[in-house]
Every structure is written in structure tokens, then in C-alpha cells.
């Protein structure tokens, strides 16, 4: 999991800083400390998007396209599915704010 790799690349603020750190028994400092920095939040307001737009500007998750197939002297329609010339959708703003995959505090406990 965290397939991202942000905490390898040590680019993430909420990674723990080692053992004997905030992150042990004393997990309510380094909430504490995540929440006295400004730049970090733990909310998502954006995603990559999965869709695309093709030469038309229409947009969808894929595009396909109706073939004509002739065997044995008859005609069957076929749908080929189009890989070339499509634009990813890019940035989509999120209508809620989501929470960070890895934000390291426990939310609910059951």
C-alpha cells in the first residue's frame, strides 16, 4: 500500500519521524505538531481524473469505434476501442474534501 511512495521520498508531513519519536505513545504531540503547520492539511481537494476527451471534445472513461467486419460474405458490425489521439481529463477539482490515505491517525476505533 501507498503505492505513491511520497513517505520513501520523505516529501509527506505526516511520515513518522522514527522510532522513539512522536509516532509511539505519544501520538497526540504529533497531531499536535501537524496541526501547528500551516501548509500541511490533511484533506484532498483535488484528484487526478480518469477520463478523457477525444478529437470532438467529448469526454468518457472509453472510446470505441464501429467496424465493419466481412467473413464468409457476411457483414458483422464490430466495436475497436480507440487508444490514439485521447487527452486526459487532468486535475478534478473534489466537491468534499477527502482525508489524506496516509494521515496517520486513527478516526474511529470500533
Known amino acids: 500500500m501507498g503505492a505513491s511512495g ?3 521520498r520523505g516529501l509527506w508531513p505526516f ?3 522514527g522510532p522513539g519519536g512522536a509516532a509511539g505513545p505519544g501520538g497526540e504531540q504529533a497531531l499536535a ?3 501547528g503547520c500551516r501548509s500541511a492539511t490533511p484533506f484532498v481537494f483535488t484528484r487526478r481524473g480518469s477520463m478523457y476527451y477525444d478529437e470532438d471534445g ?3 472513461h472509453e472510446f470505441y469505434e464501429e467496424t465493419i467486419v466481412t467473413k464468409n460474405g457476411r457483414k458483422r458490425a464490430k466495436l475497436k476501442r480507440i487508444h490514439k489521439n485521447l487527452i ?3 486535475i478534478v477539482k473534489l466537491e468534499h474534501p477527502r482525508i489524506h490515505v496516509d494521515f496517520p491517525v486513527i478516526i474511529c476505533e470500533v
Open 15 to 17: 511520515a513518522s519521524p
Open 88 to 90: 486526459p481529463q487532468g
Open 58 to 60: 467529448d469526454l468518457a
Open 33 to 35: 505538531r501537524v496541526r
Open 6 to 8: 511520497s513517505k520513501a
